[in-house]
């Protein structure tokens, strides 16, 4: 007898009917995910030709995006082509093209309704050209590695959350060798065009590509057309009406919406904890300000809004405090503070620590190397300037070891990893015993973080993204290059654009160097959703007006709704999309 079944016939459990149809829903089958596959989404009007899906052709537009000189010398052959102008859809392609062979990659971090770009690509392409899949991201372009897309993989991941299709990273292709490796493969491979679907580091490689690739890659002479789709669950890539938001945002920023919204219903349940809870956005505090749109916090704290009002620490810590006692002595002894992932890098004297710190990590790097970390610290307090040493010197150990951690390729800080919310509830914590020890303070901290980033499409990404892949596959068939695939008027029939992505470039120091990437877009102090924020927390603050949005809704009142600081800053009239005018509203 089995010691821990006891009696139970083991055979008769691994053979029964219900562990075989559990065993059919392994890998990618949950009941979910079968019905998610069947979900019809809509493409927009430019896309349909009687009902049928069909490319269309582009046409420049008045708009003209005028990058600085520097950046139009480096990028002669871009710049020349597009002239800076955005494109916008014409008419139906009625010329056929056929044989373009087009690799597509994921970049950096997943986010959701990826793999609709990929169906939407596969179709727009159609059977007379071949798409490739290039595997694990950047990495996988300078290898070769990749596969070809068929219509049963398409089936497969329709609307599925995730890049686990390809799989992703965050290499930085921008050596001349690299560049080589990928002129390389592409001759190999026969590759006629490359879609890189990325955030901003992801589409600076795009734009790097598109220049150098531009002619002379292939026998005959010609180049090898590149273009970007706008994504990251950070929702800083982003440039106005042309670009209202990159995919993934929504349905991370619902998903922590969801755990936020609990979790406010729990403090006024339980009346006794203040959650700290940081959320994931490297720079930008777009996730953290939409949260709040959609949850009412007790407290959200906008990093945009630390650095240009020059607030210290101490005076966030102060402001926080001083809400608890205030709330505490009207029976409220609990509440919520969000804490944008990146608030660290905004305040003031931490920003130009940083990046001190930044400058001298890579001018010191063999020193550092076979140093143990506070061998590193010690190195390092002695090579900052005198108040940022001690700036560093002064923070929680777990805080100083994550900011000595190693840049990604693109110079990064892993933020994710720096567990701000507890040094600030900490902090609080401490100010409290000091300004009133007779007010009991309990907390407790979270991240949210990963657990959003591969959740299951909103049917605004599962749209969004498949309407994306369709305007990236027409810019190829239209023979264009060095454009991001973007759409406009989210809220009325969703019109496909292209954006030079050379434009969108800007100088920034990235490890000490200046480099030419894309400028993150971070919240307006000025814009409608920040205003609008900034008019009601302190009603948030002071009452409990939390919003408990649910999960994600596929179905019902909010799954035609699309972010809410995106339909604010747009001024659109209303939260709902619609991507087809003949629809009324939208699927499903
Ligand atoms: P992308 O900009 O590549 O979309 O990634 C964004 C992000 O999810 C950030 O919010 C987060 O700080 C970072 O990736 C985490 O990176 P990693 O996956 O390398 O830990």
């Not at 890998?27 to 009007?45: L, N, Q, W, Y």
């Amino acid at each position: 007898m089995n010691k821990l079944t006891g009696s139970m016939n083991v055979e008769n459990v691994i053979n029964s009917a219900l562990a075989y149809s559990l065993k059919v829903m392994e890998k990618g089958h949950s009941p979910f995910e079968k019905a998610i596959r069947t979900m019809e989404v809509p493409a927009c009007d430019a896309f349909l030709t009687l009902g049928t899906l069909a490319p269309v052709t582009f046409v420049p537009g008045t708009k003209v995006l005028e990058p600085n000189r520097e950046i139009a010398d480096s990028f002669p052959n871009s710049i020349a082509a597009s002239e800076n102008r955005i494109l916008s859809a014409g008419d139906a392609m009625t010329a056929k093209v056929s044989r373009k062979r087009v690799a597509v990659l994921f970049s950096g971090g997943p986010a959701a309704g990826g793999h609709n770009v990929v169906t939407g690509l596969k179709q727009i392409l159609g059977s007379d050209n071949t798409l490739l899949g290039v595997k694990a991201g950047p990495k996988g372009l300078l290898t070769g590695n990749m596969f070809e897309i068929t219509d049963e993989h398409v089936q497969q991941i329709m609307n599925t959350g995730g890049f686990n299709f390809m799989g992703s990273d965050r290499t930085k292709i921008e050596k001349p060798e690299d560049i080589d490796k990928v002129k390389t493969v592409c001759r190999e491979h026969g590759i006629d065009a490359i879609v890189i679907i990325g955030g901003d580091d992801s589409n600076t490689n795009a734009a790097l590509l598109a220049e150098k690739l531009f002619s002379g890659v292939k026998e005959d002479g010609s180049g090898v057309q590149v273009i970007g789709v706008p994504k990251t669950i950070d929702g800083d890539l982003q440039h106005g009406d042309e670009l209202p938001i990159s995919f993934g945002f929504d349905t991370a920023t619902k998903i922590y919406a969801e755990e936020v919204g609990n979790i406010l219903r729990d403090t006024a349940s339980s009346l006794k904890y203040w959650h700290f809870i940081r959320l994931m956005g490297r720079s930008a505090s777009h996730v953290t300000l939409e949260v709040a749109l959609q949850t009412h916090p007790t407290i959200a704290l906008i990093s945009e809004e630390v650095r240009e009002c020059n607030i210290t620490l101490a005076e966030i810590v102060d402001s926080i405090a001083n809400t608890v006692i205030w709330r505490a002595k009207k029976g409220m002894n609990y509440g919520v503070v969000l804490v944008p992932e990146g608030l660290i890098e905004f305040i003031p004297g931490f920003t130009t620590m940083i990046d001190d710190l930044n400058d001298k990590m890579a001018q010191f790097k063999d020193e550092l190397g076979g140093k143990n970390i506070r061998e590193q610290l010690l190195f390092m307090y002695s090579k900052l300037t005198q108040s940022h040493g001690e700036l560093l010197e002064s923070l929680p150990d777990s805080i100083k070891y994550k900011l000595m951690a190693d840049r990604d390729e693109h110079g990064n800080l892993p933020v994710s990893q720096i567990e701000t919310e507890i040094m600030l509830s900490d902090a609080v914590k401490a100010k409290i015993i000091e300004l009133d020890a007779t007010v009991k303070f309990a907390s407790l901290n979270h991240f949210f973080g990963y657990e959003a980033r591969c959740g299951a499409s909103t049917v605004f990404d599962s749209s969004y993204t498949y309407n994306l892949g369709a305007t990236a596959g027409s810019l190829i068939l239209d023979g264009r290059t060095g454009y991001m695939a973007s759409m406009t008027d989210l809220d009325n029939g969703a019109k496909p654009l292209g954006i030079p992505i050379a434009s969108l470039l800007d100088i920034e120091i990235r490890k000490g160097k200046p480099a030419k990437v894309i400028e993150k877009a971070l919240v307006k102090l000025d814009s409608p959703a920040f205003i609008y924020f900034e008019s009601r927390r302190r009603l948030w603050a002071e009452n409990d007006l939390s919003n408990s949005p649910g999960p994600i809704q596929l179905w019902g009142p909010t799954s035609r709704q699309l972010p809410k600081t995106v339909a604010l800053n747009r001024e659109y009239q209303s939260l709902d999309f619609k991507f087809n005018t003949a629809l009324e509203g939208n699927l499903p």
